[in-house]
């Protein structure tokens, strides 16, 4: 675990990736993984290996796969640095304010990371009216304090510096709990996939894309730019097995393995290829389960539509209490997520 460790400490929002993508290129580099690297226009990392087949026979005009995983995890940018020195702020991705309350946090800057804390402006609930107590703050009500004077905020912070939510990584039982395990799960399978790789007979584009909680962006340059003919779009699901929660709405089942996407309100996947991935999971007894997230959406979208379309599917990591700082992802579902990656792409 410790480089998904890394990879969830490592921040990086959307449009300000660049700190994850120095981590999985040193990474890739150095495990020599792809025949070719570079960055695009968008800051999306796309690595090229060429097809590998177990004969080392040459292959003649092989599919051309892109798997992509998004870099960006949800957070904020500075908007604004009042005179006493407290910093307001702007989402870049969605968040649950119910979950950003009295929250540590990171402001990074061209300096440096500085610690701080979030909260709602208002009056504490010592001296708070019972209409108060009752309200549930927007995005606009949250505040930054560094706990610095107003001068020293001022020479050190900028309008447009990002700020992360501060959450550790640990394990709790069966289940691994950090911050935005949406996304950096995919990001991991994705690397652990291509380092168990040994042999397959398309050649792959593995992307790990930007932009992706504001819109998709990053998976919509990198998949005109790679047209491919097979996409996959590696991410995580909902995972609502949890009390308050109608079973029906559970979306995914903790410990069944990663989930395969047959529909999102951005996608329906490819059932073709869907059939074909749960055929490889039960000849190699691999545990996988089939997802419908009625809401949300992922990279998979975009590289479906691109061009004159192609054929897609969605693996997704069951995560439960998504885009907060205690994420939960089951060690079965992660340890699943890899190898059924790599076993299937052994048959391409």
Same mark, same amino acid.
């Given at each position: 675990?410790?480089?998904?460790?890394?990879?969830?400490?490592?921040?990086?929002?959307?449009?300000?990736?660049?700190?994850? *993508? @120095? /981590?999985?290129? &040193?990474?890739?580099?150095?495990?020599?993984? #792809?025949?070719?690297? =570079?960055? !695009?226009?968008? $800051?999306?990392?796309?690595?090229?290996?060429?097809?590998?087949?177990?004969?080392?026979?040459?292959?003649?005009?092989? *599919? @051309? /796969?892109?798997? &992509?995983?998004?870099?960006?995890?949800?957070? #904020?940018?500075?908007? =604004?640095? !009042?005179?006493? $020195?407290?910093?307001?702020?702007?989402?870049?991705?969605?968040?649950?304010?119910?979950?950003?309350?009295?929250?540590?946090?990171? /402001?990074?800057?061209?300096?440096?990371?500085?610690?701080?804390?979030?909260?709602?402006?208002?009056?504490?609930?010592?001296?708070?009216?019972?209409?108060?107590?009752?309200?549930?703050?927007?995005?606009?009500?949250?505040?930054?304090?560094?706990?610095?004077?107003?001068?020293?905020?001022?020479?050190?912070?900028?309008?447009?510096?990002?700020?992360?939510?501060?959450?550790?990584?640990?394990?709790?039982?069966?289940?691994?709990?950090?911050?935005?395990?949406?996304?950096?799960?995919?990001?991991?399978?994705?690397?652990?996939?291509?380092?168990?790789?040994?042999?397959?007979?398309?050649?792959?584009?593995?992307?790990?894309?930007?932009?992706?909680?504001?819109?998709?962006?990053?998976?919509?340059?990198?998949?005109?730019?790679?047209?491919?003919?097979?996409?996959?779009?590696?991410?995580?699901?909902?995972?609502?097995?949890?009390?308050?929660?109608?079973?029906?709405?559970?979306?995914?089942?903790?410990?069944?393995?990663?989930?395969?996407?047959?529909?999102?309100?951005?996608?329906?996947?490819?059932?073709?290829?869907?059939?074909?991935?749960?055929?490889?999971?039960?000849?190699?007894?691999?545990?996988?389960?089939?997802?419908?997230?009625?809401?949300?959406?992922?990279?998979?979208?975009?590289?479906?539509?691109?061009?004159?379309?192609?054929?897609?599917?969605?693996?997704?990591?069951?995560?439960?209490?998504?885009?907060?700082?205690?994420?939960?992802?089951?060690?079965?579902?992660?340890?699943?997520?890899?190898?059924?990656?790599?076993?299937?792409?052994?048959?391409?």
């Amino acid at each position: 675990m410790d480089l998904l460790e890394t990879l969830t400490q490592t921040p990086s929002v959307p449009g300000r990736e660049g700190r994850i *993508r @120095k /981590v999985v290129e &040193a990474h890739i580099r150095a495990a020599e993984l #792809f025949d070719e690297i =570079h960055t !695009d226009a968008m $800051g999306s990392l796309i690595a090229y290996r060429r097809a590998r087949p177990e004969n080392g026979a040459e292959v003649t005009s092989p *599919r @051309k /796969v892109m798997l &992509a995983a998004h870099m960006d995890q949800i957070g #904020f940018l500075v908007r =604004h640095i !009042d005179e006493k $020195g407290f910093l307001r702020v702007n989402p870049v991705g969605g968040f649950d304010t119910r979950n950003l309350f009295a929250r540590g946090v990171r /402001v990074c800057t061209r300096d440096g990371d500085l610690s701080g804390v979030m909260n709602p402006g208002g009056r504490p609930i010592h001296i708070a009216t019972d209409d108060e107590k009752k309200k549930v703050p927007i995005i606009g009500d949250f505040f930054v304090d560094l706990g610095l004077e107003s001068d020293d905020v001022n020479g050190r912070v900028q309008i447009g510096d990002m700020v992360v939510l501060d959450g550790p990584f640990r394990e709790v039982g069966d289940y691994v709990v950090s911050q935005c395990l949406d996304n950096r799960v995919g990001c991991w399978a994705q690397i652990r996939a291509m380092e168990n790789l040994k042999h397959h007979s398309c050649d792959i584009y593995a992307a790990w894309t930007v932009q992706e909680e504001v819109g998709l962006r990053g998976a919509m340059a990198a998949a005109f730019g790679i047209a491919p003919d097979i996409g996959v779009a590696c991410d995580t699901t909902l995972c609502c097995r949890t009390p308050g929660v109608p079973e029906e709405d559970r979306v995914s089942v903790p410990g069944d393995g990663v989930s395969l996407h047959v529909m999102d309100s951005s996608m329906i996947s490819d059932m073709g290829l869907i059939e074909d991935i749960e055929a490889v999971a039960a000849g190699q007894g691999i545990k996988c389960q089939r997802a419908i997230l009625p809401r949300g959406g992922q990279d998979g979208a975009v590289i479906q539509r691109s061009r004159s379309g192609v054929r897609t599917v969605s693996f997704a990591c069951p995560v439960k209490y998504i885009h907060t700082v205690t994420e939960m992802s089951h060690k079965t579902d992660l340890a699943s997520y890899p190898r059924l990656l790599t076993a299937w792409l052994e048959t391409l």
